[in-house]
């Protein structure tokens, strides 16, 4: 689902590997420009250190900056803007990931949910089942993330009308990613219903076409 989502999201970067030390991300310059800006890094991940950022109001801690490694000003440390980072893969990967990026965890405050109805209304778990019950896909978490981390309660000072028109643009991002994904999903069930051709047959019908292109006909 990962490829939807810089599709509606124009602040957006995928990177693919394994690894991903925060040192080695503070060489990109677009992840510089962000903490720059004073934005916080959030890592979505579940733990026993993260923050469930669909309950309460413990979302306040989110925006203490004490754990980012930069060179930002007083007031860039108030900021309530944030770089939500997500682990993309299936859990086993995103496991080791997380286990073989260490640093990410250390510089970046990790983010969870904890309300179990989100998982059951998955859009993307009717085509693949998901290994337990609270698994949604990458795309549905970053869709339930971002109306939680743009709040309109006042939280960070002043009269609340910043917080207001960023949550309901982030409303507005979350029903067009959960769009996406329901075209995607629906696209995905149609194919499923077609007859699927042998892999065996379409190997070998290729296999001849190449002879054929390379030593012609065969008499």
């Not at 810089?6 to 693919?16: A, D, E, G």
């Not at 959030?42 to 250190?49: E, K, Q, Y």
Request: glycine share 6%; hydrophobic share 35%; aromatic share 4%.
């Amino acid at each position: 689902t990962v490829p939807l989502i810089p599709l509606v999201l124009t602040n957006c970067r995928i990177k693919v590997g394994y690894q991903f030390e925060f040192e080695n991300l503070l060489t990109e310059k677009w992840v510089q420009e962000e903490l720059r800006a004073g934005r916080k890094p959030l890592l979505l991940f579940p733990g026993r250190d993260a923050i469930a950022i669909d309950q309460g109001d413990d979302g306040n801690v989110l925006l203490t900056n004490d754990n980012v490694p930069n060179d930002k000003d007083d007031n860039a440390n108030h900021s309530e803007q944030r770089l939500l980072i997500m682990i993309d893969g299936t859990w086993n990967q995103a496991r080791r990931m997380i286990r073989e990026s260490p640093s990410l965890l250390q510089h970046c405050q990790p983010i969870q949910f904890t309300n179990p109805e989100a998982a059951q209304r998955s859009l993307y778990g009717t085509i693949r089942p998901e290994p337990e019950g609270h698994c949604v896909s990458t795309l549905e978490a970053c869709a339930q993330a971002l109306p939680l981390l743009e709040r309109d309660d006042g939280s960070g000072g002043g009269d609340g009308t910043t917080n207001v028109a960023a949550r309901a643009r982030a409303l507005l991002a979350q029903s067009h990613l959960l769009a996406a994904l329901e075209s995607l999903v629906e696209t995905q069930r149609l194919n499923m219903k077609r007859p699927q051709k042998r892999a065996g047959r379409d190997r070998e019908k290729r296999r001849k076409e190449i002879e054929t292109e390379l030593f012609g006909p065969v008499e």
